[in-house]
Structure formats: C-alpha cells, structure tokens
C-alpha cells in the first residue's frame, strides 16, 4: 500500500465510525438514538485512534491537512507530498461519508429534520457566530497540533501512541467542541459535506455552504500555528510564517469581540 492510499484509507476509517457514531446518535429508530455529547466525544477519539493503528506504519496517518500542513510548515513532512495527501484525506473523508449513509439506510426516510440529517455528516455552530465559529476551530486545531509536537517527545509503550492521541481528540470534544461541533479537521467536514450534497439522501435538504469555509481555514491557520508555536516556544525556532498567523488570529480575536458587542443576544 502506498502512503496517498494509506492516507485515503484512514480517513475513510475515520469518517466511517466517527460519522458513525453522529448517526447513531442523531438519527431516529436505531438503539443509539440520544447517546450525547459524551458518546461523540469518545466516538470519535476512538476512530481517530483505529485509523492510526491502521495506516499510522504507511503514511504516519496524517488523516487531516491541517496536520500535513502543519508539519510541511516546519520542516517535518515533505512539501512534495502535500498535495497528494490532502487530495487522498478529502477523498477518503468521502467514501467514509458514503458508507455512513449505506449503513444507516433506512434511518434517514425516519428522521424528518434535515438540520439533524446534515449533522450527521458535517459541523454546524451552537450559535452562529462567524468570527467567533472561526475562532473556535483555529483555538481547537491549535491545541491539536501543539499537543501532537509535545507529544513526541514522550516515550509511550509500544503500541500506545494511537490511544493516547485519540484521547487528545475526546479532550479536546469535550472542552473545546461545544462550540462548533469541533471540526478540527478540514478533511472531517468538507469531504462528508461533499458527499451529502451529491448522495440521494432522502429528505436531505440543503448542504450549508455558507458555514462551509469556517472548518476548512480555522483548522488550516490553526494546525499551522500550532506547529509554528511548538517550535517557537519549545525549539527557540521562530519561523517567519508565524507572525502573519499570529496578526491573523489578533484580527480575529478584535472581530469576534465586536462582534458580540454589536449582536449580544
């Protein structure tokens, strides 16, 4: 197996059970239905977890751009491999998708609600907020890929490492995920929303696309600033790239703030 079918493959893992887990929760007449938040938290540090056992000896099981570009940026990943990883995550994070929709069949004709239905496959704000939905992804991508750096320099027993990234993925759910359903992972959100915009769902409805950007470039700037800070903070290497990341996040911070002066309800 080639590493971009390595990395097309964990993704489809991912999406599979971690889309999996949103359906049994969210959709109507299956023993799941209401699991909670909890469920999904530990649903998909579990998915995250099994993707890496499975290919994390291929391609190292990136499973997510933000975390190729994020090392690319630092000088651990090749750049020559960045498109083709990306292009296999976005389209694995679609099969997964689709066989998410195979397998919950006749669940979607016995969920009316077509907001719950596109949940299954993508992320939707708690409140809408543009700024501050963008700055939740950008905050909750950066503790991702900070933490992934620091945690390589711990040695774990042999076989761990997956388990205790997938519980860096249920951490992060739980305290950081209320928000913005905790995308984290341009690849998790944009591939599965894909796939329901073109799979016959019944009574789907339409796909979100004007929230569609937010789990794409939070997780982008934040999975580059979380390398960029690592380096800077642990290595005393301060790459130039991060100081227009951070004037980027200082602008989003200044915008999210009034935005909530001007709209407080």
Request: net charge negative; aromatic share 12%.
């Amino acid at each position: 197996m080639n590493v971009y079918f390595a990395e097309f493959v964990g993704t489809a893992i991912l999406i599979l059970l971690g889309g999996g887990v949103n359906a049994g929760v969210s959709l109507k007449k299956n023993y799941f239905h209401e699991g909670g938040w909890l469920a999904i938290c530990v649903g998909w540090g579990l998915a995250v977890a099994l993707a890496i056992y499975a290919v994390g000896d291929i391609s190292g099981a990136h499973i997510n751009p933000a975390v190729t570009l994020g090392f690319a940026m630092v000088g651990s990943f090749e750049w020559s491999l960045v498109p083709g990883y990306i292009l296999a995550q976005f389209l694995g994070a679609m099969m997964g998708a689709t066989l998410v929709w195979l397998h919950y069949l006749p669940h979607w004709k016995a969920t009316e609600d077509q907001a719950t239905k596109l949940g299954v496959f993508c992320n939707s704000p708690a409140i809408p907020s543009r700024y501050a939905n963008l700055f939740s992804e950008v905050s909750g991508t950066f503790v991702l890929l900070f933490a992934l750096s620091f945690l390589g320099l711990n040695d774990f027993t042999e076989g761990l490492n997956p388990l205790v990234v997938g519980l860096l993925i249920c951490m992060i759910g739980l305290a950081m995920g209320g928000t913005t359903g905790f995308a984290i992972n341009p690849a998790r959100d944009m591939g599965p929303r894909i796939a329901h915009f073109i799979l016959p769902i019944f009574g789907k409805g339409k796909s979100g696309w004007s929230y569609s950007w937010i789990p794409v470039a939070g997780p982008f700037l934040g999975g580059v600033l979380g390398t960029l800070g690592y380096e800077a903070i642990f290595n005393q290497n301060i790459i130039p790239a991060i100081y227009p990341c951070l004037g980027l996040v200082a602008i989003l911070i200044v915008l999210a703030v009034k935005e909530q002066n001007t709209n407080p309800e």
